[in-house]
């Protein structure tokens, strides 16, 4: 466990050349350790001021200070920012006299850490915090908002209100057995208060699955027969000439792989070697380790030309795709006339248009945000987790509710059924905070920014 007690300083900004840097101070000494490097010493108040730092008598900096006085900060401790000028080693020279002076560097996400044990904020409001700092794409960004400011929080309050009545009712019943009858007491009511809890933790780790994926990247894999384009669409797609692409059947020999961030969903993508029978080593090495990226893919981008779609090599790769998502993608597709477009149009499903050599890939763009984006995510009116920790919490309430359903219509004693559900409440606690175990916090807050 960090120490508490202790005053700390870090760099809220990336130590680098920049105009200014911003540095934290955050503990009960914060003001008297800004003071000791001012000559005109601030009070403490809730202020901004403009000072000169000084070394003894050396000045040091002309800076901006912003002060808190607990508990009405962030941290809910005294607090005084520095705004310095930038650059390396004015930064960390400034730091560097703020711990000669008693603070000592903070660990990573420290300040929210402290946030959290003073409550300024929940738990679901700190990760909301770092899910925010760290969004590749718009969906992300805006989860991260919402659950910093708290703004479906109530949601969790109200299942745990749900839940605590369902195990007071119960207690009711094994405390005083000859009650059968007390309102809400008899097992279809108690069952079906129950199930409406369910719902709404099923929807809600649906919905936060769903989110996790699209905000951690969709593992998708460009796949398709030699020199349809399959490169060509990779670079298209990351604005990069990554990949090589020429005209020579089997370019591609081995996987290359990069990241893209769409509005709504972000893809590591894969590019394969084109797929035909051949009886060179290396490519065929590569046609193996294709096939295996289809398996392992989430989405595949299944790549081809107007002529070739019926063909052997084609129909090998369809038959790999029966339980895959996929899309089939028909590049080169400003070689196409438009009653060619339609007759795969009314042949296939989930056929886009692309022409990668005109950077012309938005069909496929908005196909693949469609196929994964559905209004839960979108409308943002409803609480979503994207990180794995909360999630498993989560988990953990859904397996503990199921199983007390099952256990009360399996006519099990229903003090076994309390149990689960004591536990279902425990982790709903620990899910925003309200509840925790000391190193679980100290793990969740070394992911984060130093001085966040
Ligand atoms: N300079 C600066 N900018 C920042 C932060 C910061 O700490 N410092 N933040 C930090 O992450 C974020 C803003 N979040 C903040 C949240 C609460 C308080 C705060 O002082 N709250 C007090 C007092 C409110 C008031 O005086 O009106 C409180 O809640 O009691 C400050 C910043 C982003 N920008
Ligand atoms: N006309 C046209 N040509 C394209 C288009 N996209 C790619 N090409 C050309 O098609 C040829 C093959 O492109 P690649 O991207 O190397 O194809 P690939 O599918 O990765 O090929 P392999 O590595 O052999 O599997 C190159 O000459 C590209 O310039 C397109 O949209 N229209
Ligand atoms: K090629």
């Known amino acids: 466990m960090n120490n508490i007690n202790q005053t700390i300083v870090a760099p809220t900004t990336n130590i680098s050349t920049q105009a200014i840097s911003l540095i934290r101070i955050s503990g009960d000494d914060s003001f008297n350790i800004i003071n000791k490097l001012l000559n005109l010493k601030i009070t403490e108040t809730k202020n901004v001021w403009v000072r000169k730092l000084f070394d003894k008598n050396e000045l040091v900096d002309e800076v901006v200070l912003t002060s808190f006085v607990a508990p009405a900060s962030f941290t809910g401790e005294n607090v005084v920012e520095i705004a310095c000028h930038g650059g390396i ?44 700092i760290f969004a590749k794409n718009e969906l992300a960004l805006k989860i991260g908002v919402n659950n910093m400011s708290g703004t479906h929080n109530q949601s969790i309050i109200n299942l745990k209100a749900n839940l605590l009545d369902i195990i007071s009712r119960i207690q ?45 990247g969709i593992k998708t894999a460009i796949v398709g027969k030699t020199n349809v384009g399959k490169s060509s669409l990779l670079n298209a797609l990351l604005n990069e000439d990554k990949a090589i692409v020429t005209d020579i059947h089997g370019t591609t020999r081995d996987i290359v792989t990069g990241e893209i961030n769409l509005e709504h ?50 129909k090998n790769i369809f038959n790999k795709l029966t339980d895959k998502k996929f899309i089939l993608v028909v590049n080169k597709s400003e070689l196409l006339s438009d009653d060619e477009k339609q007759q795969l149009l009314n042949q296939f499903n989930n056929v886009v248009f692309t022409s990668a050599i005109n950077q012309d890939i938005n069909a496929l763009i908005n196909k693949i945000e469609k196929i994964h ?76 920014c130093l001085g966040k």
Do not use: C
């Open 265 to 314: 969903i972000s893809l590591n993508l894969i590019d394969t070697a084109g797929i035909r029978n051949t009886s060179d080593v290396v490519e065929s090495l590569g046609i193996e380790k294709s096939f295996k990226m289809i398996e392992e893919a989430e989405l595949v981008l299944f790549v081809v030309n107007n002529e070739s779609i019926e063909d052997n090599e084609n």
């Open 373 to 448: 984006i559905s209004e839960e995510l979108t409308k943002n009116d409803s609480l979503i987790l994207i990180n794995i920790e909360q999630i498993s919490f989560v988990e953990q309430v859904k397996e503990r509710l199921e199983r007390s359903l099952n256990a009360i219509i399996a006519g099990m004693p229903i003090d076994i059924v309390n149990v689960d559900l004591h536990e279902a409440w425990n982790y709903l606690n620990e899910l925003i905070g309200e509840q925790y175990d000391e190193e679980i916090i100290d793990n969740i807050f070394k992911k984060y």
């Open 89 to 132: 080693l004015n930064t960390q020279r400034i730091i560097n006299l703020i711990i000669k002076n008693g603070a000592r560097m903070a660990n990573k996400g420290e300040f929210s850490q402290r946030a959290f044990l003073n409550n300024k904020i929940d738990l679901i409001q700190a990760e909301g915090i770092n899910d925010l």
């Open 172 to 216: 009711v019943s094994i405390d005083y057995p000859d009650y059968e009858d007390v309102e809400g007491n008899s097992i279809p009511e108690l069952t079906s208060a129950l199930s409406d809890i369910n719902v709404e933790v099923n929807k809600l780790l649906k919905r936060s699955k769903m989110a996790i994926k699209n905000t951690n």
